[in-house]
C-alpha cells in the first residue's frame, strides 16, 4: 500500500486469486484436455481393476457427476466412485467432495462430459503406452 493511496480488500483479493490462479497453472499438468480437477491422474490413486461392469476387460476408474441445483444446474461436478481400487460408499464419496477432491467442476453438462470422456481416453493411452 502506497502512502495516501488505499487498496481496497477487493482488490486485494483479486490479486491473490489471480496468483494463484497463475501457480496453479504452473503446477497443474497438461493432461492434453480440459481438466479442471483437484486428484492427479495417475496410476497410483487409480490403478488398473477389474471392470466391474464388463467381463474381461479393465479399468482405472469409475465416475460420476452431481449438479448443484437439480431443477436449474449452473455447474457439473465429476467425481471418481473408484478411487485405489475401491469402490466408494456414498459416505466416502461425500468426504472426498468436503475436501475438495475431484475431476472438476464445469459450467456445463457438456464440458463436464467432454472432461469425463478425456479422463478415461487418457487411462486408456497410459494403459496402451506401459504396455
Known amino acids: ?10 482488490t486485494v483479493e ?20 480440459n481438466y479442471e480437477g483437484t486428484l492427479p491422474l495417475d496410476f497410483e490413486k487409480f490403478p488398473l481393476v477389474q471392470d466391474i461392469y464388463e467381463e474381461g476387460k479393465g ?21 471418481p466412485t473408484m478411487v485405489e481400487g475401491k469402490l466408494l460408499n456414498n459416505a466416502e464419496i461425500d468426504s472426498m467432495l468436503q475436501i475438495n477432491q475431484h475431476f ?9 462430459e467432454e472432461a469425463d470422456e478425456g479422463i478415461h481416453e487418457y487411462f486408456e493411452q497410459l494403459r496402451g503406452e506401459s504396455e
Not at 24 to 29: A, E, S, T
Not at 59 to 79: A, E, G, H, Q
Not at 104 to 112: F, V, W
Open 59 to 79: 479399468s482405472n476408474i469409475v465416475t460420476s457427476y452431481d449438479t448443484d441445483d437439480l431443477d436449474n444446474p449452473t455447474k457439473w461436478i465429476l467425481f
Open 14 to 33: 483479486r490479486e491473490i486469486l489471480s496468483f494463484i490462479g497463475e501457480i496453479d497453472n504452473v503446477v497443474k499438468p497438461d493432461y492434453g484436455f
Open 1 to 10: 500500500m502506497n502512502g495516501n493511496k488505499k487498496t481496497s480488500w477487493d
Open 104 to 112: 472438476g467442476i464445469y459450467d456445463s453438462q457438456h464440458e463436464m
